[in-house]
């Protein structure tokens, strides 16, 4: 279960990289802003409350506009705070969060590969005929039922 929620999630996260390379998404309420905006996510804290509230949508008009925001913006991870009013920002590029989805997600993936049923579960080798209890390829011991069903087999 966890590996398809982190499947989705990175799917999630390389589909809004790629939308915002066009859209710029925001969202604000009462003193913060979260803007999706060229493959990164902008986080800010407003001292004097949020220019507009809810959510607003705009169209970047050209990509060397957006791969100048990319660049100047959104390419690494950066953070501030705006001299005088004192807003603080974070900038997270979204390859940062992907990363660290990607990473667990693939280890799931790996680790829940099973071998098909009268397969050696360490090495993959067939065990078709197999009645002594071992693998022959590894020496892994043969579960039980895998070994009854291959005695059955003959």
């Known amino acids: 279960m966890l590996k398809w929620a982190g499947t989705l999630l990175c799917l999630v996260i390389v589909l809004a990289g790629l939308v915002s390379m066009r859209w710029a998404c925001s969202w604000s309420a009462s003193g913060f802003r979260v803007d999706v905006v060229t493959g990164a996510l902008l986080l800010r804290i407003f001292v004097d409350g949020v220019p507009g509230r809810g959510w607003e949508i705009d169209y970047i008009s050209s990509w060397a506009e957006a791969v100048d925001i990319w660049w100047n913006m959104a390419s690494t991870l950066r953070w501030g705070i705006e001299v005088p009013a004192g807003n603080k920002w974070l900038t997270i590029p979204l390859y940062v969060p992907l990363f660290i989805f990607v990473l667990p997600t693939a280890f799931l993936w790996w680790r829940d590969h099973r071998r098909p ?15 002594s209890g071992r693998c022959p390829e590894c020496g892994t011991p ?13």
Do not use: F, I, W
Not at 117 to 131: A, E, P
Not at 143 to 151: K, L, N
């Open 117 to 131: 049923k009268g397969h050696c579960q360490n090495c993959g080798y067939d065990l078709t005929g197999n009645v």
């Open 142 to 154: 043969v579960d039980d039922d895998v070994s009854e069903s291959m005695r059955e087999g003959q």
